[in-house]
Nanobody, 113 residues
Framework: QVQLVESGGGLVQPGGSLRLSCAAS????????MGWYRQVGTNQRECVAT???????AYVDSVKGRFTISRDNAKRTVYLQMNNLKPEDTAVYYC???????WGQGTQVTVSS
């Protein structure tokens, strides 16, 4: 397990961009997959993007072509580049590992004009 700290959220207009960062307290190489998740209110967290050790990525359909996940193993950091943001992307965004680590505090993303 590692501790995870998300950052980079904020208020952005529709069509805008944000880059989220997730810093881990230890090496992320031991985890087979790193992922970004989002949660609206008390709804269940939704996995929006994953990246494995080899760099293969996967995305939920609603963000394909707009979001890009990447990882920097040396910096122990995972990123989520979000472009062409839509109001429905508004949520608290979290990252996590596979196998699971404790959830961090998340970072709020609000897309509104």
């Amino acid at each position: 397990q590692v501790q995870l700290v998300e950052s980079g959220g904020g208020l952005v207009q529709p069509g805008g961009s944000l880059r989220l960062s997730c810093a881990a307290s230890g090496s992320i190489l031991s985890f087979s997959v790193m992922g970004w998740y989002r949660q609206v209110g008390t709804n269940q967290r939704e996995c929006v993007a994953t990246i494995d050790r080899g760099g293969s990525t996967a995305y939920v359909d609603s963000v394909k072509g707009r979001f890009t996940i990447s990882r920097d193993n040396a910096k122990r950091t995972v990123y989520l580049q979000m472009n062409n943001l839509k109001p429905e992307d508004t949520a608290v965004y979290y990252c996590n590992t596979t196998p699971r680590s404790p959830w961090g505090q998340g970072t709020q993303v609000t897309v509104s004009s």
